[in-house]
């Protein structure tokens, strides 16, 4: 994505200069390329990690020194492999591809860094990769949020399906790609709900119980989305992006403020 906040689109003067001023940021997008039904194109998890990085920090980039690098595109998607179109690295790859990442800004002088995570695939390692790097690195502040969750304090308001029909490829992620990519969205998808046999099981991307367990996806579904597509629109998308740059908005003040 091309903006003011697009580290591939400046010279290294340009990031020095951002990246050694009091309190930089630097935002690591994270995604993957995984499978996401017959209606959403492989890449959906990156574009919208790419995206709503971008959606936050152009509201503050007159404010304070941030930049988004380019997502990381690779993510953990075993689960997803037996329905072709996907493709994975290991877990401890992804560690360290994250980690090396965020020690080069670091080594260039941001202060700051903010991986913000398009998948569920990766929500726990990237926690985890927050921990390793911030224990390395005492001196600069290391965060991390997987951006579907901050949806569950608003997402009550716009969703029309029941829960479980935001999950993968549903009406959230669908909504968000209508607004964003309308192109890259095929009609006509179809619900297709979980038969989740746990009361606990996380059923939904924003809300549901903490209950992990692992199935390949092909038992979960037959189109190899979950959720409720159908209920999906253009105006939704528009409205979740912006509550969501809300949230990022307020996310990325704070952790200057704890930066410099
Ligand atoms: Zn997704």
Redo the contacts with the bound molecule.
Sequence with gaps: MLSPAAWATKTRLEISEVATADGSVAVIPVGSI?Q?GHHLPVA??TFLADAVSHHGAERVIDDFPILVTPPVWTGYSPHHMSLGGTLTVELTDLLDVLTHLAESAIEHGFDAICFVN??GGNASLVDNTVSVIGKEHSEVEVTGVTYFSLAASFIDNIRESELGGMA??GEF?TSLMLHLYPELVKEDAPAEYLEDPYDHGGKDLVEGGPLSSYRPFEDFSDSGAIGDPSLASAEKGEEIMSRLGDELETIFQQIHDEAK
């Design positions: 995984e996401h959906t998890d398009g998948h993968h490829g992620e």
